[in-house]
């Protein structure tokens, strides 16, 4: 029996240890809990002369979270646009100085000039570079709130990020002091170094103040378009239809000669905004936009461009409706009432913000679908970032890995699963030089060739701290992206479909974290893939198969009543075994095709399970109704293999010719790529001489071979130059040995070298030549000739 003072000492400590237990000990991964709950009312004004932008903010801050609060945070990000900030001595240590040696016209800056409590004293603003903290008069206890007053200034920078300006106009991004999230891992005061953001999902009502002859494009919805817009445009936006309509066409419009209709159009204007459930505001003003419409299901799809980029910009506004469209059967609605596509000539790329994204004009005219895939990445971050609102400065995956996979998917439903990438050529021998790319292949093409560089980090890797700062894209984008495709191949594609529509549905406008999505998984999908989550994303493990050996054996004659029989009912009569090793640290399920010389073919797939009592090692049995002679681990490239060059019974290297472009051409997975040109070429020695140039590479560049052969027309003496590259990815994948030889325009010699990339800043880092010679065939040979040059430049 249990003593009276003994069970209640138990139970205090009990309750002591339940009441002091940190908010992230009471979360359940996969299900959301609490969340804080914001709203901002701003009122400012613009200065086009200044770029600088000035105003009120009032935060009501309502504290739903289990802890007492003593102070909130804010972010101030435009302050690391500036010499001596965090961001600028981040951007240095890289040897960036676009910060550091910024001129004093060209920076940014955001100051407080004075924070109350509404209705009450004065409260102090402590500021560190980006971020400022603000001690309350009281505690705010669980379930209160608090009402801040801020009289804050802003100034655009102008570089080429996320924010900056275009002739009077900015894109106004991170332009007021945001609250930092404070979540059940407490608050996140990140300092802003370039990378992410983070932010708690509220309302907005926000009055931005622009001189008359601008235009405005926004998060949220415009209040009071009938004070701010003129007729002509307000007819033209009631006008019933789906179809893509011009608002407005500055380069139609004539201004007024009168100057006092002149002093009157350029009067400020108010213009009144509301946005619900968003994380983040902003905001774009310009006074030379093509604005278009289109409409789809009754969202509103806006598009604001240049009049110069009328050409590519015109079908925008169609192809986001049809994005919308698809974005949202393959996901979740989309709640909010409008969409807007600006073009931002800032050089920031694209760029994704609640119901507004910005797009580069570098994208308009290169020949491929670039432009279409980066409208569908940016659009496809706001169910992914916009909805579902993970920290993205914690764990980008979860929003740029994501969004990668959506935009990929979206690709291959508006322009199909191939090709989509490029444009569709009509003259054959364009077809012939542009191959044809497709979004999936080139995030599996980049993830390898940069997973064989041994410079790979762990996709949960914070976005700030990345060792080597080539790591972080191909971690976070393309890795994500390729492991969510392999995981929807190895799960059946309509389970995973559902199973990531509901996670989506379940977490949006909340904020989910790593183990919330890995936990959601193993419950939709009805299985455990925490073999695939720890490896993948935690680790960085990798896919590497190996088939070792194929053998068959005919089979005992069935008894009498017996059938053994495989799909369609042909009776199986060889047993087969098969031998395979998984090297890479993931073991997953192996699809498998078999084929005879008859051409019989069948499929099978190589359960998980068999790697795991020899560590690596499988061997896998099954019954084929003939005698299988070759066999192809992973025939439809659902797995990221690093290595494919051993995935067959035949060892035969493949290869995929393809004419040189002298442009990027895109490896193909499994086979090598060999490129070609025809070349001509004439020097004193051996007067005019004609052949073949080639090109010859594997996808993660371990081997490759390069060269010329050909022949003089002078005489019938063949000439060659060959160099052949190997890098042991095994030994070190950084190291890359060559060895060239040559006899070339009346020169002969060799040469062996060894290279090493040093994975640090310095990119090329050294090359050591280990042994070379030559010597001219004759003394009327040209020091001139191809092999001089040749041996004086790096060959890749």
Same mark, same amino acid.
């Given at each position: 029996?249990?003593?009276?003072?003994?069970?209640?000492?138990? +139970?205090?400590?009990?309750f002591?240890?339940?009441?002091?237990?940190?908010?992230?000990?009471?979360?359940?991964?996969?299900?959301?809990?609490w969340?804080?709950?914001?709203?901002?009312?701003?009122?400012?004004?613009?200065?086009?002369?200044?770029?600088?932008?000035?105003?009120?903010?009032?935060?009501?801050?309502?504290?739903?979270?289990?802890?007492?609060?003593?102070?909130?945070?804010?972010?101030?990000?435009?302050?690391?646009?500036?010499?001596?900030?965090?961001?600028?001595?981040?951007?240095?240590s890289?040897?960036?100085?676009?910060?550091?040696?910024?001129?004093?016209?060209?920076?940014?800056?955001?100051?407080?000039?004075?924070?109350?409590?509404?209705?009450?004293?004065?409260?102090?603003?402590?500021?560190?570079?980006?971020?400022?903290?603000?001690?309350?008069?009281?505690?705010?206890?669980?379930?209160?709130?608090?009402?801040v007053?801020?009289?804050?200034?802003?100034?655009?920078?102008?570089v080429?990020?996320?924010?900056?300006?275009?002739?009077?106009?900015?894109?106004?991004?991170?332009?007021?002091?945001?609250v930092?999230?404070?979540?059940?891992?407490?608050?996140?005061?990140?300092?802003?170094?370039?990378?992410?953001?983070?932010?708690?999902?509220?309302?907005?009502?926000?009055r931005?103040?622009?001189?008359?002859?601008?235009?405005?494009?926004?998060?949220?919805?415009?209040?009071?378009?009938?004070?701010?817009?003129?007729?002509?445009?307000?007819?033209?936006?009631?006008?019933?239809?789906?179809?893509?309509?011009?608002?407005?066409?500055?380069?139609?419009?004539?201004?007024?000669?009168?100057?006092?209709?002149?002093?009157?159009?350029?009067?400020?204007?108010?213009?009144?905004?509301?946005?619900d459930?968003?994380?983040?505001?902003?905001?774009?003003?310009?006074?030379?936009?093509?604005?278009?419409?289109?409409?789809?299901?009754?969202?509103?799809?806006?598009?604001?461009?240049?009049?110069?980029?009328?050409?590519?910009?015109?079908?925008?506004?169609?192809?986001?409706?049809?994005?919308?469209?698809?974005?949202?059967?393959?996901?979740?609605?989309?709640?909010?009432?409008?969409?807007?596509?600006v073009?931002?000539?800032?050089?920031?790329?694209?760029?994704?913000?609640?119901n507004?994204?910005?797009?580069?004009?570098?994208?308009?005219?290169?020949?491929?679908?670039?432009f279409?895939?980066?409208?569908?990445?940016?659009?496809?971050?706001?169910?992914f970032?916009?909805?579902?609102?993970?920290?993205?400065?914690?764990?980008?995956?979860?929003?740029?890995?994501?969004?990668?996979?959506?935009?990929?998917?979206?690709?291959?439903?508006?322009?199909?699963?191939?090709?989509?990438?490029?444009?569709?050529?009509?003259?054959?021998?364009?077809?012939?030089?542009?191959?044809?790319?497709?979004?999936?292949?080139?995030?599996?093409?980049?993830?390898?060739?940069?997973?064989?560089?041994?410079?790979?980090?762990p996709?949960?890797?914070?976005?700030?701290?990345?060792?080597?700062?080539?790591?972080?894209?191909?971690?976070?984008?393309?890795?994500?992206?390729?492991?969510?495709?392999?995981?929807?191949?190895?799960?059946?594609?309509?389970?995973?479909?559902?199973?990531?529509?509901?996670?989506?549905?379940?977490?949006?406008?909340?904020?989910?974290?790593?183990?919330?999505?890995?936990?959601?998984?193993?419950?939709?999908?009805?299985?455990?893939?925490?073999?695939?989550?720890?490896?993948?994303?935690?680790?960085?493990?990798?896919?590497?198969?190996?088939?070792?050996?194929?053998?068959?054996?005919?089979?005992?004659?069935?008894?009498?009543?017996?059938?053994?029989?495989?799909?369609?009912?042909?009776?199986?009569?060889?047993?087969?075994?098969?031998?395979?090793?998984s090297?890479?640290?993931?073991?997953?399920?192996?699809?498998?095709?078999f084929?005879?010389?008859?051409?019989?073919?069948?499929?099978?797939?190589?359960?998980?399970?068999?790697f795991?009592?020899?560590?690596?090692?499988?061997?896998?049995?099954?019954?084929?109704?003939?005698?299988?002679?070759?066999?192809?681990?992973?025939?439809?490239?659902?797995?990221?293999?690093?290595?494919?060059?051993?995935?067959?019974?035949?060892?035969?290297?493949?290869?995929?010719?393809?004419?040189d472009?002298?442009?990027?051409?895109?490896?193909?997975?499994?086979?090598?790529?060999?490129?070609?040109r025809?070349?001509?070429?004439?020097?004193?020695?051996?007067?005019?001489?004609?052949?073949?140039?080639?090109?010859?590479?594997?996808?993660?560049?371990?081997?490759?071979?390069?060269?010329?052969?050909?022949?003089?027309?002078?005489?019938?003496?063949?000439?060659?130059?060959?160099e052949? *590259?190997?890098?042991?990815?095994?030994?070190?994948?950084?190291?890359?040995?060559?060895?060239?030889?040559?006899?070339?325009?009346g020169?002969?010699?060799? *040469?062996?070298?060894?290279?090493?990339?040093?994975?640090?800043?310095?990119?090329r880092?050294?090359?050591?030549?280990?042994?070379?010679?030559?010597?001219?065939? +004759?003394?009327?040979?040209?020091?001139?000739?191809?092999?001089?040059?040749r041996?004086?430049?790096?060959?890749?």
């Amino acid at each position: 029996m249990i003593p009276a003072r003994a069970l209640f000492t138990a +139970s205090i400590t009990l309750f002591l240890l339940v009441r002091s237990a940190p908010a992230w000990a009471e979360h359940t991964p996969g299900i959301p809990g609490w969340q804080q709950d914001v709203h901002y009312r701003i009122s400012v004004s613009y200065a086009p002369q200044r770029f600088e932008i000035a105003g009120q903010e009032t935060l009501a801050y309502w504290n739903l979270s289990p802890d007492s609060l003593t102070e909130l945070y804010f972010h101030l990000y435009l302050n690391a646009y500036r010499p001596g900030s965090n961001m600028a001595r981040y951007d240095a240590s890289q040897e960036n100085w676009r910060i550091q040696n910024l001129p004093p016209k060209r920076r940014g800056g955001e100051w407080i000039d004075r924070a109350t409590i509404q209705g009450g004293d004065s409260l102090h603003v402590f500021v560190d570079d980006t971020i400022a903290r603000i001690p309350l008069p009281q505690v705010l206890a669980p379930g209160e709130s608090v009402v801040v007053c801020l009289s804050f200034r802003s100034k655009i920078p102008d570089v080429p990020e996320r924010m900056g300006r275009s002739g009077k106009g900015v894109f106004a991004a991170q332009w007021y002091p945001r609250v930092c999230a404070y979540d059940r891992f407490g608050w996140h005061t990140d300092q802003h170094l370039g990378s992410e953001f983070y932010g708690d999902f509220g309302s907005f009502d926000v009055r931005v103040v622009l001189p008359g002859t601008f235009l405005l494009a926004h998060t949220g919805t415009l209040m009071n378009p009938s004070e701010v817009l003129p007729d002509s445009i307000l007819v033209r936006l009631a006008a019933p239809g789906d179809d893509a309509i011009t608002i407005w066409d500055r380069s139609a419009f004539k201004a007024p000669s009168d100057s006092a209709a002149k002093r009157a159009l350029e009067m400020p204007r108010a213009w009144v905004i509301h946005a619900d459930s968003v994380h983040d505001f902003a905001w774009a003003c310009e006074e030379k936009w093509v604005w278009r419409r289109a409409r789809w299901n009754g969202i509103e799809i806006h598009t604001f461009h240049r009049v110069s980029d009328m050409k590519r910009w015109n079908d925008a506004a169609a192809t986001g409706a049809m994005m919308m469209a698809a974005l949202t059967r393959r996901f979740g609605p989309y709640p909010y009432p409008s969409f807007s596509i600006v073009e931002e000539p800032i050089g920031a790329g694209g760029v994704e913000f609640p119901n507004i994204v910005w797009v580069s004009p570098r994208y308009r005219n290169d020949g491929t679908r670039r432009f279409e895939s980066v409208i569908a990445h940016e659009m496809a971050h706001n169910w992914f970032y916009g909805m579902v609102g993970s920290n993205e400065t914690a764990q980008a995956f979860l929003d740029e890995g994501f969004t990668s996979y959506a935009e990929t998917g979206l690709m291959e439903t508006l322009f199909g699963r191939t090709g989509n990438l490029t444009l569709p050529r009509q003259d054959f021998w364009l077809r012939w030089l542009h191959p044809l790319d497709d979004s999936r292949r080139r995030a599996w093409r980049n993830y390898l060739e940069f997973q064989a560089r041994g410079i790979e980090e762990p996709v949960v890797t914070h976005s700030d701290r990345f060792k080597h700062p080539g790591a972080y894209y191909p971690s976070v984008y393309d890795k994500t992206n390729i492991g969510l495709w392999t995981l929807r191949a190895m799960a059946q594609e309509r389970r995973f479909d559902e199973a990531l529509r509901e996670y989506f549905m379940t977490w949006r406008f909340h904020h989910p974290y790593a183990d919330d999505f890995f936990a959601f998984m193993n419950r939709a999908l009805g299985d455990s893939y925490d073999w695939f989550f720890r490896g993948w994303f935690l680790r960085t493990d990798c896919v590497d198969l190996t088939l070792r050996g194929l053998r068959s054996f005919p089979l005992e004659p069935p008894r009498s009543g017996e059938t053994l029989a495989s799909a369609g009912g042909v009776a199986d009569s060889f047993r087969v075994e098969l031998s395979l090793a998984s090297r890479g640290g993931i073991d997953p399920p192996v699809p498998v095709a078999f084929r005879d010389k008859e051409g019989h073919r069948a499929n099978r797939v190589v359960p998980r399970e068999a790697f795991l009592p020899a560590a690596g090692e499988a061997v896998y049995r099954t019954t084929l109704p003939f005698a299988p002679s070759e066999a192809q681990l992973d025939p439809d490239l659902t797995l990221p293999d690093i290595d494919r060059s051993d995935n067959s019974t035949s060892r035969w290297p493949r290869f995929q010719p393809m004419v040189d472009n002298w442009r990027a051409s895109p490896h193909p997975l499994d086979r090598t790529l060999l490129l070609w040109r025809p070349d001509a070429w004439y020097q004193t020695h051996d007067g005019a001489e004609i052949g073949v140039a080639f090109d010859a590479s594997t996808v993660r560049w371990e081997h490759a071979l390069k060269g010329n052969l050909g022949g003089g027309l002078r005489e019938p003496r063949p000439f060659f130059d060959l160099e052949g *590259r190997l890098r042991s990815l095994a030994a070190d994948s950084r190291a890359i040995a060559r060895a060239r030889g040559y006899d070339l325009d009346g020169h002969q010699g060799y *040469r062996i070298s060894m290279s090493r990339d040093l994975g640090s800043k310095l990119e090329r880092g050294f090359r050591w030549n280990l042994m070379s010679a030559g010597r001219a065939r +004759s003394a009327s040979a040209r020091t001139s000739s191809r092999s001089e040059r040749r041996m004086d430049r790096p060959t890749w």
